[in-house]
């Protein structure tokens, strides 16, 4: 059946494939440092444009932002998230494993305000109770949101200061970072997050690899004894070059782009089917998720030719459904999401 | 160079890597709900002889001790091992760092006593300030342990005994299970292991795949929650396929097993080569580990040969080095090894 | 200065301290093994109803909190509480500290609703990614709640009805419930409370000790090694007797309610006062505290007689002020107060 | 019946009480910040001549244990520790809960040798796999040690030269401070202890307090948030004054070391009535601790008329016992003691 359940239910992009099999057999160190961790590393720094930026590889999401947050902040400190966030929604209460509270904000469309930020970095510093309260650390964005969305670099800039001007890190949790950076919606380069973000990751496992995501911390700005950190957090892999591999084919002749690229216009022509179709979006996105409402027929009929993500049940009855195009998305693919929808 | 440095320095077994390839572009849902890693679940509960066995996959040791040893005990109890231990010495504190004592007690080989053990205990248990102290919830052994030896079924019956006494979990780390299982010195099979321990897990990572350890629990005897622990933990990963589809391969035909087999005959040749050429052996093995003392003369010209690991050095100036075979270790790898021992 | 600023800021109530001078140099064993600490306990049974209820004493409220919290709960459970209570906005994340998320719901005048409550549990529990959520394992509440309120009999046997359907704990913060039992305006008993919760605390700190607070498990059921979990979490006193003295006084001929009724006539009073001279109340409430919206003109010239605790702005500019009686406020005081106001 | 069980047996030195009898209705504000609590970390900077010294006063010594190592040290960090430490050995893991490993070296009559701390930070930061090793970040040393003993200022020179050069806080745990310094076979005074370390306690509760530690960071040393830190550990009382007014009555006119004094001299006395009497020691120790080796019958007709501590039984079958005096063992019982050993 025709799926666009989610952006990670196949398996790797042939070329990483083929480049572990090429190298399968050559003997390298492990924990990270073979030779390919060693290229992915230096083809990041030049795609960042920070030759000082600390590079490493997780294998995934939830695992980087815990060890990320957790590395980031002191004990008393905690992360400002949309309520809609990752980590404080969907993440089995990692972060709060780890010993940090979640300063969940209300949303806007998945992103975060940066004058709702600031209200809540001032509202926690002038309480005369301050000292009694969790210290605001760290603020998680994720880019593109859980809801599709991108911030402008105007917006990311002003996140920028509001957290610059309060010593507090900003964290952009990037695992379909690829997809935001080749919207046709954004005004946002890989080098300007490095310039605005103090850490952020550029996923792999929803942008062609079988696992993998590589925490940048832009400026040698990683905290110390990051490395062991990862290994205390059980987050380090003994064959690192599993990872390092995938990274460096992504970031050779720009591969990353490129397969993020084919999933943005996937998707570009998705949303043109459904809206002359007369669907409704839920959320105006520019990024490889639609967010469409359907009645509950059209969720029961559709659902049999098509897999889609449920998202939730509106109060009129009507169902708010997800489709992801991701890399993997073929234009015959889109060809028959066409016809399916004809046929409706 | 010739390389015996460890066992985890190539890649996967190529079947694995060709099932990856064949199985790339199946679409199937995410975080373990394929069907590849229902059918290496099905595979490994046939191969312990237990069909009610909980099997879960996660992607490397420490992280799996971690996990296992975090849901087993309750905040209070700690985990007895042996000061040589992998989660005592080099998992950097993982173990602590989700709030659990390591109860550290002397080793021999490697190996923990069930006398050392029941004694370790009872001092616990019959200390007049016993709510004190931290309370002894679960015994951790490695077998093949860090040292290459291995228990005898009697040892391992004798522990599972002390344990079941007490009310306490048995916990074997298998990140080299299969070169335990299939060494000519063992009289273990895994279905002894299944039997006497309460969790295990059957190493990967080191036995022909790119990374991944099945956990065990038998007899259903999975802690409750425990998938959304894994991913509390941060180790749950979303192409759960990646590790499904190599353990699916890894016990198809035996694989598992075979590739064991032949990692161990590869060390008994090297033994042999080592012993006639009146090598002495810092500790007896019987798995694909090799301690050998060498000279810091023979340390110089033989490293400049052979790459192998530095173990420790001895108070009379010479030096303990390992050497390890592997699944890829081939029997041309161990003809130049005869030859380079012959020349020295 | 006459002084309401909160219900902490005097030492102990006479007798208590009477009864530390009396028995100060009796020899006794620590650790809460003495005779006193016994004592107190079964008085505390005895006034609960329930003679199988597990009591044990600690120092603080956050400290209480914490530790009941962290044993009920496994490592992927956390806890429902209203946004405003106590532990989500005044702990400095010592909840989260110990690994467990605070599911923060909207509150009803510091209350949280039974149909709030299972609405937020069948939200998790039904969701198809329920095994990526922190499972609800708890309930906490407080009684009186952070604004001065209380259950009533109704909501609080609703609350313990959704807890136990659906297998999770009901635990109450009874900082101040001496002044919550003696209100005028509950129908709530000390035996309910038994009856209905799996846990609650009966504060001292607030009503009449030094420091204090009585943890009760009714009918048996304290966490397993629950006195181990209270030395690991830093919080057994080595003179166990401090605290056991004081709630053998508290408890000796209904002293703890008489001093209760007494601080609640006082508020009472003032209420009356401050009602007769026009005052509007942010919130009714019936127990010690009292909140009341002045202008900034009545907050300057009122603030200059009487020491109050500032509550929070309100969006016209005006401001919400707590007055808090205690079981040291006299009659005296009160004139005082009724004075203060007469001259405004 | 005589005892001299241990010291934390009977309630607080009568001045203490006094004190807070008279100072009991005074309104002061709470969590320390009264007027008792400034006067008492004053009081405590004077006797430390150390003007910049951060005081904190916390309730017991397990937490204060846990919250000084949790907040010194990042998460990758542990702390050195004899195997005999009371964090190591009788505080159910308060460490580890913290998420810090705790290194323990082999002891010298409870003391840890600058050498073998040396050694032990050497092997681990010359580990070729240091970045997989928990590093070494504290040192922590008692002071009187659990055994009795004491420091010498060359041994405390040396052990805080090991851990400058090495970038390590050295720590003492000062449950027993008073009669450490007070002690006639040491050199060390609290001035000495100021200069060497980087955080230390001046125990109350097992000298004169009914409970509280004073923790000294000296040069103005604590770590940020210290205060949010302790509200997080749920270590901070909310009336403060309770240990503010103790240790401010500790430290005004040296009452501290007077009664600290008085516990030395009766020791000293028991120690001779011992030795005169025949009796062997099992340790050699100037303060006010005695351990003395006796037959089991010995044990038996003597704990009959002496109420003391069992301390272990030696593989000869005779048993160690401890007899400790405290501030609050008086002339008399010393007398009753000497008569209890001459009737033997």
């Known amino acids: 059946m025709l799926s666009f359940e989610c952006d990670y239910n196949v398996g790797a992009h042939p070329k990483l494939l ?8 050559v003997r390298q160190s492990g924990y990270g440092a073979d030779e390919y961790t060693a290229s992915a ?9 920070d030759p000082e930026a600390d590079v490493f590889f997780l294998a995934g999401g939830t695992q980087t932002n815990q060890v990320v947050i957790d590395t980031c902040l002191s004990s008393v400190e905690g992360v400002i998230s949309a309520d809609t966030g990752h980590i404080n929604a969907h993440e089995a209460g990692a972060v709060e494993f780890t010993g940090h509270k979640i300063i969940a904000i209300p949303h ?14 001032e509202t926690i510093i ?17 880019h593109p949101t859980e809801y599709g969305t991108l911030y402008t670099k105007a917006e990311l800039t002003a996140l920028s200061s509001v957290c610059r001007k309060h010593g507090i890190k900003l964290f952009m949790d990037g695992a379909r970072l690829g997809y935001g950076l080749e919207s046709s919606g954004t005004d946002v380069t890989l080098r300007d997050v490095t310039e605005l973000c103090d850490a952020f990751y550029i996923g792999g496992t929803k942008v062609g690899a079988l696992c993998g995501e590589a925490v940048v911390f832009p400026r040698g700005g990683a905290p110390k004894y990051f490395f062991t950190a990862v290994k205390q957090h059980g987050a380090l892999l003994a064959k690192g070059r599993l990872i390092g591999i995938q990274f460096d084919t992504l970031f050779t002749d720009g591969l990353y782009f490129e397969i993020s690229r084919k ?19 839920h959320i105006e996105t520019v990024t490889n998720q639609i967010f469409v409402i359907l009645t509950p027929e059209e969720y029961d009929t559709l659902g ?23 890399w993997a998305t073929t234009d015959g693919d889109v060809d028959e999401f066409e ?3 004809a046929e409706m």
């Not at 083929?18 to 057999?25: A, D, F, G, K, V």
């Not at 009507?318 to 195009?325: E, G, H, K, L, W």
Request: proline letters at 1%; aromatic letters at 8%.
């Open 18 to 25: 083929q480049r572990l099999l090429e190298t399968n057999l």
């Open 41 to 49: 590393k230096e083809k990041i720094r030049a795609a960042c444009g």
């Open 108 to 121: 806007d469309c998945g992103k975060l305000r940066a004058a709702d930020v600031e209200a809540c970095i």
């Open 126 to 142: 002038t309480d005369e109770n301050v000292d009694h309260l969790v210290r605001p650390g760290m603020v998680y964005i994720s």
């Open 263 to 281: 999933a943005i216009r996937a998707a570009d022509r998705m949303r043109e089917i459904l809206k002359s179709a007369g669907y409704r979006f």
């Open 304 to 326: 049999r030719k098509i897999k889609f993500g449920f998202w939730e049940r509106l109060s009129d009855g009507n169902i708010v459904v997800r489709f992801a195009s991701s």
């Open 339 to 341: 016809a399916c929808i």
